[in-house]
């Protein structure tokens, strides 16, 4: 599965998981957005993966 398809999964698992997938940069990470609508499990992730690589998130 491309890095793409997992981050665009109907999924939540997988979609949470391609947060950690190193084929998503450090670039691309920083320039996700979310809705109000997106799940925790993938906003928990999210922010795991932001404090790893030190990029500091705004709000």
Not at 6 to 35: C, H, P, Q, V
């Amino acid at each position: 599965m491309s890095i793409d398809e997992a981050m665009n999964s109907e999924n939540i698992i997988i979609k949470a998981y391609s947060m950690f997938d190193r084929r998503l940069g450090k670039r691309r990470l920083e320039k996700l957005e979310f809705t109000k609508e997106t799940h925790p499990l993938i906003m928990d992730f999210y922010k795991i993966r932001c404090d790893v690589e030190g990029i500091t998130l705004n709000g």
